[in-house]
Nanobody, 123 residues
Framework: QVQLVQSGGGLVQPGGSLRLSCASPGITLFHYAIGWFRQAPGKEREGISCTSSGDYSTYYSDSVKGRFTISRDNAQNTVYLQMNSLKPEDTAVYYC????????????????WGQGSQVTVSE
C-alpha cells in the first residue's frame, strides 16, 4: 500500500491563500496520477484537481478553476495544491490520492489516500 503524507491546511480568512502538500516516502509520485479531493460536512467527497502521471492531463473542477493550482516538485517528490482567493464554501477536509490508471477525477478511481487536512475559511 502506498503511504501518502499530507501537510498544510488550517484556518484562513476569506480571500486568503493556503498550500497543501502531499509526499510519499515509498514511491516516485511523478509516475502516478495524483488527485486532490475534498469533503465538506454532510457532503460527498469530490474531485477538485487531478493530474495524470507526467502531467500530460490536468483537471480542475469548475468550483476551483482559476483559484487553485496543482503542481509537482519532482526533486522533493511532493505534489502541491496552491489555493488562492479562498471562500467559506471551500471549507472541507482535503485529501490527496494516487492511482496508476487515470480516467476521471473521481474518488472511486483512486487507490491510496493521504490522511486528510482540514481547511477552514472563516472571518
Amino acid at each position: 500500500q502506498v503511504q501518502l503524507v499530507q501537510s498544510g491546511g488550517g484556518l484562513v480568512q476569506p480571500g486568503g491563500s493556503l498550500r497543501l502538500s502531499c509526499a510519499s516516502p515509498g514511491i516516485t509520485l511523478f509516475h502516478y496520477a495524483i488527485g486532490w479531493f475534498r469533503q465538506a460536512p454532510g457532503k460527498e467527497r469530490e474531485g477538485i484537481s487531478c493530474t495524470s502521471s507526467g502531467d500530460y492531463s490536468t483537471y480542475y473542477s469548475d468550483s476551483v478553476k482559476g483559484r487553485f493550482t496543482i503542481s509537482r516538485d519532482n526533486a522533493q517528490n511532493t505534489v502541491y495544491l496552491q489555493m488562492n482567493s479562498l471562500k467559506p464554501e471551500d471549507t472541507a477536509v482535503y485529501y490527496c490520492a494516487t492511482t496508476w490508471r487515470y480516467d476521471y477525477c473521481a474518488p472511486n478511481e483512486f487507490d491510496d489516500w493521504g490522511q486528510g487536512s482540514q481547511v477552514t475559511v472563516s472571518e
